[in-house]
């Protein structure tokens, strides 16, 4: 299969795949909460990441390498804990278009970075994406007429999302080069479950009531 052909089946199995995870999320994360899905979600894969690793027993990252994947791992925190913010208080016709808008950035970092060609398919894709968002920004009706609230959650939610999985994954777009798909996208996932525990029990510890003092 060449390069584009296997491109766009792996660009259309992903939307399906996502657009499928992004229903099914909101229905849990409205009944336990972004930070416990985030949790099951992450540390579900665990498992699998593991046993690869064993099994494709890819080279360990250099120290340079290791930082530029928790600052990724960090863009991405910030970008689920948002999203699945937005799916549990906004409007899920919002969030899930605007955040995938993200996509954006890779493409335009493997232009500027990469020397990839600039092609007028590109170029229009980018074009119907900035047009698409702004009909639904500005036309109310595209959302069923949400109110102000879940519309204005959506949004920022959406747009904050797009921006910290956009730059994720530019970060991640000169280790994938260099190390291959999997290993950087395993220490990702694996900084990504540390960074949800940290926030969990930080949350846990800001919301637990204080000591009473004694005596």
Do not use: N
Not at 1 to 13: E, V
Not at 98 to 103: E, K, L, P, V
Not at 116 to 135: D, N
């Amino acid at each position: 299969m060449d390069p584009a052909s296997l491109g766009l089946t792996c660009a259309f199995a992903t939307s399906a795949a996502w657009g499928t995870a992004d229903y099914l999320a909101a229905h849990v994360t409205r009944r336990i909460g972004e930070t416990r899905t985030l949790l099951a979600i992450q540390g579900a894969g665990v498992p699998l990441l593991l046993v690869g690793w064993v099994w494709l027993a890819p080279r360990p990252p250099t120290p340079a390498s290791l930082a530029w994947i928790s600052l990724a791992a960090a863009a991405f925190a910030v970008g689920y804990l948002s999203f699945f913010y937005g799916l549990r208080v906004g409007a899920v016709s919002l969030v899930s278009p605007i955040s995938s808008a993200g996509a954006l950035i890779p493409v335009s970092a493997g232009i500027v970075l990469f020397g990839e060609e600039v092609s007028g398919s590109k170029l229009g894709g980018i074009v119907l994406t900035l047009t698409g968002l702004a009909i639904m920004l500005i036309d109310t009706r595209a959302v069923h007429d949400l109110g102000s609230v879940g519309r204005r959650r959506g949004i920022v939610a959406g747009v904050a999302t797009m921006l910290a999985w956009g730059s994720g994954t530019a970060l991640l777009l000169p280790l994938v080069k260099e190390m291959g798909g999997f290993a950087p996208i395993a220490l990702l996932r694996l900084e990504i479950l540390l960074a949800m525990v940290a926030w969990f029990v930080w949350r846990g510890a800001a919301s637990r009531p204080e000591s009473a003092p004694l005596g």
